[in-house]
């Protein structure tokens, strides 16, 4: 009897040491940032993005990652383009579904979704930040919490080689100057633009910021909107934003308001229109359909006068993080090494074809729009990317009424009346 409980202490003995054994692995698997040796648990991270036209080398960029961090997986889902990416988060999060890592466009952004989301301000990558792009993701207490995906610029893209057969040997960089080009083309039997006024986004938040961009202090004015000390009844920009509209709608392809992004950038690639309303994020696309083709970016011209001739350039979006994600550290380890690593900084420049918004990483591989970009960047020929600071929703309600306006179903007046209406309702 007494051997017998003597051989069971000592098996609970070597159970007990068994146990402490692999509950010592378990931690260690688990903690800090995952390990590349393969062992311990491995972990998968959700991403939720919005820029579909990288989503084919984002993920050949996250299977590199993969290779490298073999305990951490990322699950990779791309909701934009036509579709709404704001929608599908706000249900992600409704659902219980909530992603890991996911885009937010700061400011006014920022604000909505700050108490989802990790503070990045003690990241390696934070000090490598450009000014610009700190901007939207940095709160009034200064702390950062987004990672700029990269910057972009967007205008009118335009076909060199039927710019040339239409006889126009100078980009326009005024709004003459623009229609001058545009009587030109339709005179050689080329269509001018390729519009996309079926995407809310072309119209309700590019084009629009134009005439907010042009204002000779755009942060004053849209704070004044919301002071009710400002107008869009009145405002000479607003006036001028006519011309613009008036311009695109006479010599775009037909149907414009029921043209969609994929077809709006096709025509232009294809050759069937010389000048498409877009960004640089169009460029792979482009590329794809035509790759012998010759193109630029002019600025989306408000008037006459040279402060005409600037592009809006800023950060698109940023990565940020869930602070309740299990996972937040290999998060971390994911978004470091994106902008660290030699393999991710290749992506980024060649891949992508970004622009990056760090001062680490040097610009490479870009094609005709990000050179071109680039180089209004340097000369400081820019102006600002203000929809961020828009009240939630506006943009498609500003949409909505640039469609009205452009289907002919109520005059110009109405539609400056009906952006108050929808900004002094949401604000």
């Known amino acids: 009897m007494k051997k017998m409980l003597l051989l069971c202490l000592s098996m609970l003995l070597v159970l007990g040491i068994l146990a402490g054994c692999t509950s010592n692995n378990k931690s260690e698997s688990t903690s800090g940032n995952a390990g590349s040796e393969g062992d311990g648990e491995v972990v998968t991270l959700n991403l939720f993005q919005f820029k579909v036209e990288i989503a084919e080398p984002l993920q050949a960029m996250i299977n590199e990652f993969e290779k490298e961090h073999p305990n951490i997986k990322v699950k990779l889902e791309s909701v934009g383009g036509g579709a709404d990416y704001g929608a599908a988060l706000k249900a992600k999060f409704a659902s219980g579904e909530e992603p890991d890592i996911f885009n937010n466009g700061g400011f006014k952004e920022l604000e909505l979704w700050k108490e989802h989301l990790a503070d990045l301000s003690g990241e390696p990558w934070a000090e490598h930040v450009l000014p610009i792009g700190k901007e939207p993701m940095t ?14 610029g967007y205008g009118f893209i335009y076909n060199k080689d039927l710019f ?16 001058a080009a545009v009587k030109k083309l339709e005179a050689a039997g080329i269509k001018a633009f390729s519009a996309g006024y079926g995407e809310w986004w072309v119209i309700g938040q ?11 202090d755009p942060s004053a004015f849209i704070q004044g909107l919301y002071d009710g000390k400002n107008t869009f009844v009145g405002n000479e920009q607003f006036k001028q934003f006519k011309d613009v509209i008036d311009t695109e709608i006479k010599y775009a392809n037909g149907n414009p308001l029921t043209t ?24 792979n696309m482009i590329y794809e359909i035509n790759p012998e ?8 011209p ?4 040279e402060t005409a001739d600037k592009l809006p350039i800023g ?10 994600s299990e996972h937040l550290e290999e998060a971390k380890t994911f978004l470091n090494w994106m902008v660290s690593s030699e393999t991710g900084k290749r992506y980024i420049t060649e891949e992508f074809a970004f622009i990056p918004a760090f001062d680490n ?8 729009l990000g050179q071109d970009i680039l180089k209004y960047s340097k000369e400081e020929k820019t102006i600002p990317w203000n929809w961020f600071r828009w009240p939630d929703g506006a943009n498609k309600e500003f949409a909505a009424t640039i469609q009205e306006y452009a289907a002919g179903k109520i005059d110009y007046d109405t539609a400056l009346e009906k952006f108050q209406k929808t900004w002094d309702s949401m604000k």
Do not use: C, R
């Open 293 to 300: 083709i010759n193109m630029g970016i002019l600025p989306i």
């Open 302 to 305: 408000l008037n006459d006068e």
């Open 315 to 324: 950060v698109p979006n940023n990565w940020v993080l869930n602070k309740n």
């Open 139 to 152: 709160d009034t207490d200064g702390k950062l919490y987004g990672m700029p995906v990269n910057l972009e």
């Open 206 to 216: 590019h084009l629009m910021n134009i005439p907010f961009a042009q204002q000779e």
């Open 361 to 368: 990483i040097e610009a490479s591989g870009l094609g005709d």
């Open 164 to 179: 040339e057969k239409a006889g126009i040997t100078e980009a326009p960089k005024t709004l003459t100057d623009l229609k």
């Open 260 to 283: 969609d992004y994929n077809t709006q950038v096709t025509l232009f690639a294809s050759g069937e229109a010389a000048i498409l309303q877009q960004g640089n994020w169009t460029e």
